[in-house]
């Protein structure tokens, strides 16, 4: 290693009350040489290339982020175009419905007595109170009305479609499902089964001969893999959303576009934690990617990052 083959870049201090918008600062943390910051405006150009390129563009997150007001964020994302495909847990469909139906979730605390809560009919999801009407009850008095109308117009359907369909149904602008069926976009949720929602289908079809066809899901998946030479994709999270993104992308090359925002270490050998350069290794990432990984909470980087992006191009 040559010292003049890595000095080529020097760090660079900036001053805040300098800067007129989040695009600027988002620059300058790129040439500041932060740590984090670094990554950040790392990813404001290469979610703005994506944006703009013409490529299949890939939303994956856990259900998690739903229960707070980023699935304001969110739907603004999908309303505004720059998403063609979202991948996600069931817990997402779970926390979209039961606030698009009128369930209210309340600010709380990652230190309540969780025994109390139990006793007082109060779900703890991190520092969010999910109390029981707005969450199960109201999920499984809409889904088996909704359920009976879907269940006379054919009886197997596929995952992507059934979603669609309850989508049709909504009316709340911040709701991912409305906009995502309000644009023809698919959502994907692999592990269906795993929520409130899933379960609500296991109930109904122990009453009808309702089945859910998950392999056209994957077909259907598959296909829009292969629709545009190029894919992006950001990331949200890991887990069965984020493997399942890159999985269907290892076979048209890997993502040419990816930005991962992530909580988990990579040291116990965790998809949810592990670098995009270990994805490259598979083929799941190309090697030609404009890549990068942020290391910190979604609900905080998010929304500045996109607010970055779209004073670029909006």
Not at 74 to 88: K, P
Not at 111 to 118: H, I
């Amino acid at each position: 290693m040559k010292r003049e083959d890595i000095l080529k870049e020097e760090v660079k201090d900036y001053r805040v009350l300098e800067i007129k918008n989040v695009s600027e600062i988002s620059k300058k943390m790129l040439e500041s040489g932060g740590f984090t910051a670094k990554s950040f405006g790392k990813a404001v150009d290469i979610l703005t290339d994506m944006f703009k390129s013409d490529c299949i563009k890939f939303l994956s997150f856990p259900g998690c982020i739903v229960s707070t007001g980023l699935r304001g964020v969110i739907a603004e994302l999908i309303e505004n175009g720059f998403v063609d495909v979202i991948i996600t847990t069931c817990g997402t469909l779970d926390h979209d419905l039961a606030r698009a139906w009128g369930g209210k979730y309340w600010h709380g605390s990652f230190e309540y007595d969780d025994a109390s809560l139990k006793d007082i009919e109060i779900n703890r999801l991190g520092n969010i109170l999910v109390p029981n009407e707005s969450y199960g009850i109201i999920i499984e008095e809409k889904m088996k009305e909704i359920l009976t109308k879907i269940f006379k117009e054919k009886n197997i359907w596929s995952g992507f479609e059934l979603i669609q369909k309850i989508g049709e149904t909504l009316n709340d602008k911040n709701s991912i499902l409305y906009q995502c069926a309000k644009r023809k976009i698919p959502i994907f949720v692999p592990g269906i089964t795993d929520g409130a929602f899933g379960t609500n289908l296991v109930w109904f079809s122990q009453e009808n001969d309702f089945k859910l066809d998950l392999l056209e899901d994957e077909k259907e998946l598959a296909k829009i893999s292969f629709t545009k030479k190029k894919t992006g994709a950001l990331m949200i999270g890991g887990g069965i959303s984020k493997h399942h993104t890159i999985w269907w992308n290892q076979f048209k090359g890997g993502l040419d576009f990816a930005v991962y925002i992530t909580t988990a270490t990579q040291y116990d050998g965790s998809l949810s934690g592990a670098r995009l350069e270990e994805a490259i290794s598979w083929g799941k990432i190309s090697k030609n990617a404009k890549y990068t990984t942020i290391d910190g909470d979604a609900t905080l980087i998010l929304p500045f990052l996109l607010k970055a992006v779209y004073e670029r191009i909006l």
